[in-house]
């Protein structure tokens, strides 16, 4: 690393812009939409409990881990893991593979957000213009098929690419700060309402407790993946922030922050989504489309529907916006490490590749069915890339780079305790390893 190169690299301009927006990356559709499906067909309180066991196991370590060697390397992902992991290149193949991940997440992340400005957009105008609710399941189906949703997705990618281009203090940082205070407020006045309803303590308990004999293979490496997907962690993107922060800004306490905030949000959305859903007398197992179809349904039914429902839809395209810009920066970063390319040229390549294949599954809902890419991409990179992601991650910091650079990245002036110290080494070494193998194995089957 030259210092002409150290000290032309960005940098985030305060902490509090930092934290929101690293909490905006982690906060998004993983959260809102699919936390609570996720949740609601593997049975409420059990994965819950799982998910918060491995955000906590492996999921604050493994943010240490990415932190330390972002900030160590001040290089994006394929360039931390050449700069750290030192000759001959043994190490980018990780870093490769978190490319095309990422890849893959923007694929099909666009899409669903494509969604969420269609749904903001026509609540708005039936508040407007007060329509009958047609048939809310063939309207999604209907949507989701068409043209109109693969138009969204340019849309979409053309916004971001627009936050992206004002780079990082100017774009992500002051993006994320005006917008997440404006989603924790949504979410609190949601919560007030949906704690209100009438059936609101039946929901409450489906996510509260815990029915063990739920607990299955596949819902603890839904649980895994979840944890993963939620906190942006296994592909880089943290690794790609991290190399914005300034030397003082202390790891630990920042990996803290967006672990409890993170799970904060996807409770929230658990309370808010959960009590509603039970007290219209619906099913949580809905799937994907739980927040598309059942939400809506009951929006119809409820007085002031149309408010609620463009609140809620302006919520979950803020939550995607934030986080589908951190995806984007792990490409635009490793685009400018390793090719040298300007940042404006790599927005503009990051876009364009988005709108192809964010418009490819898109059509998988219609005339594309049968190559089925949403769901090949949301497999690939969710179960398989992010797990083998942060065990490579994992496995690097652990074994690779010895505790002394742990200690110096997380524990420069010596004040965090000796045991956690201790403990977030073994579990970079022993148990994130062991576990994400055995739930990865243990799911495949
Ligand atoms: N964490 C985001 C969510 O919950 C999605 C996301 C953003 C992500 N950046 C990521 C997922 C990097 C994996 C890796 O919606």
């Not at 193949?93 to 269609?118: K, Q």
């Not at 979409?156 to 994320?176: A, D, T």
């Not at 890419?373 to 992010?386: A, G, P, Q, T």
Request: hydrophobic residues 50%.
């Amino acid at each position: 690393m030259t210092s002409k190169n150290h000290s032309k690299r960005a940098q985030f301009g305060s902490r509090l812009g930092l934290v929101a927006t690293t909490v905006g990356s982690a906060v998004g559709l993983g959260n809102i939409w699919r936390f609570p499906y996720e949740a609601g067909t593997h049975g409420g309180g059990a994965f819950l409990l799982c998910y918060i066991f491995f955000v906590i196991l492996i999921g604050i370590p493994v943010i240490c881990a990415e932190f330390a060697m972002g900030r160590a390397s001040r290089s994006g992902v394929v360039g931390a893991y050449i700069k750290l992991g030192g000759n001959p290149r043994r190490w980018a193949w990780p870093g490769y593979a978190a490319i095309l991940a990422a890849a893959m997440i923007i694929a099909f992340y666009s899409v669903v957000s494509s969604w969420t400005m269609e749904y903001m957009v026509h609540s708005t105008v039936h508040i407007f213009n007060p329509q009958p609710t047609g048939n809310i399941h063939n309207d999604f189906a209907q949507f989701i098929a068409g043209p109109k949703a693969v138009i969204w997705v340019a849309v979409f990618m053309l916004i971001n690419g627009g936050v992206l281009l004002g780079g990082v203090q100017k774009g992500l940082e002051r993006v994320s700060s005006i917008l997440m205070p404006v989603l924790f407020l949504i979410l609190l006045v949601f919560c007030v309402n949906s704690l209100l309803m009438p059936g609101a303590s039946e929901g409450l308990s489906f996510l509260f407790h815990p029915d063990f004999s739920k607990l299955t293979p596949s819902v603890i490496l839904g649980a895994m993946g979840q944890a993963f997907f939620s906190m942006s962690l296994g592909m880089g993107c943290l690794i790609t922030y991290a190399s914005y922060f300034k030397d003082d800004t202390p790891l630990l306490r920042t990996a803290g922050e967006i672990a409890l905030l993170d799970t904060l949000v996807a409770i929230l959305a658990g309370v808010i989504i959960f009590p509603a859903v039970f007290s219209f007398g619906m099913s949580p197992a809905e799937g994907p489309t739980l927040v598309f179809e059942v939400l809506p349904n009951i929006f119809s039914r409820i007085p002031g529907g149309d408010v609620w429902s463009a609140l809620f839809f302006l919520l979950l395209f803020v939550a995607s916006l934030t986080s589908l810009m951190s995806v984007s920066e792990i490409v635009v970063s490793f685009l400018g490490d390793e090719f040298r390319m300007k940042r404006r040229t790599a927005v503009l390549w990051i876009t364009g590749i988005g709108i192809i294949l964010g418009s490819l599954c898109s059509l998988s809902f219609g005339p594309l069915k049968s190559w089925n890419l949403f769901n090949i991409f949301d497999y690939i990179s969710s179960n398989i890339l992010l797990p083998l992601g942060g065990m490579a991650t994992s496995y690097f910091v652990g074994w690779t780079l010895k505790k002394k650079f742990i200690a110096a990245q997380i524990n420069p002036n010596g004040k965090i305790p000796a045991w956690l110290l201790s403990g977030i080494i073994i579990s970079l070494r022993y148990i994130a390893p062991a576990c994400i193998l055995a739930v990865f194995i243990a799911g495949l089957f």
